[in-house]
């Protein structure tokens, strides 16, 4: 398994931006395919945006597809999501996971067999 860990939570505006990172150790297989998780107040945790790190291909739901960017610095070991224009519906506990394969949209988060600790996101109006 890999090990994951965020930082870059925080408190923001209405409209302002963050960026959030996923740093991430173990075998390529392991990490092959990092994705963003959230968990909203009231809502069950969602897959918001996965990217395979060997190829940089991203994809993205709905709801914050043109705001997020998921990107990849293999350098470093390291996955982002870039958020802006955040609004207080983004607030919520943000997870980063791995795993070698995730071809199913939306993300099943149980195949996801690495996960880091989560880090808050509060976005006030």
């Known amino acids: 398994q890999a090990t994951l860990l965020e930082s870059g939570g925080g408190s923001v505006q209405a409209g302002e931006s963050l960026t959030l990172s996923c740093v991430y150790s173990?075998?390529?297989?392991?990490?092959?395919?990092v994705a963003w998780f959230r968990r909203v107040p009231g809502k069950q945790r969602e897959g918001i945006a996965r990217?395979?790190?060997?190829?940089?291909?991203?994809q993205y739901v709905g709801s914050v597809e043109g705001r997020f960017t998921i990107s990849r610095d293999e350098t470093k070991n390291t996955v982002y999501l870039q958020m802006r224009r955040l609004n207080v519906e983004d607030t919520g506990i943000y997870y980063c996971?791995?795993?070698?394969?995730?071809?199913?949209?939306?993300?099943?988060?149980?195949?996801?067999?690495?996960w880091g600790q989560g880090t808050q996101v509060t976005v006030s109006s």
């Open positions: 996971a791995a795993t070698f394969v995730c071809l199913d949209w939306p993300l099943d988060e149980t195949a996801f067999r690495s």
């Open positions: 990217i395979y790190t060997s190829t940089g291909t991203t």
């Open positions: 173990g075998t390529e297989s392991d990490r092959n395919c």
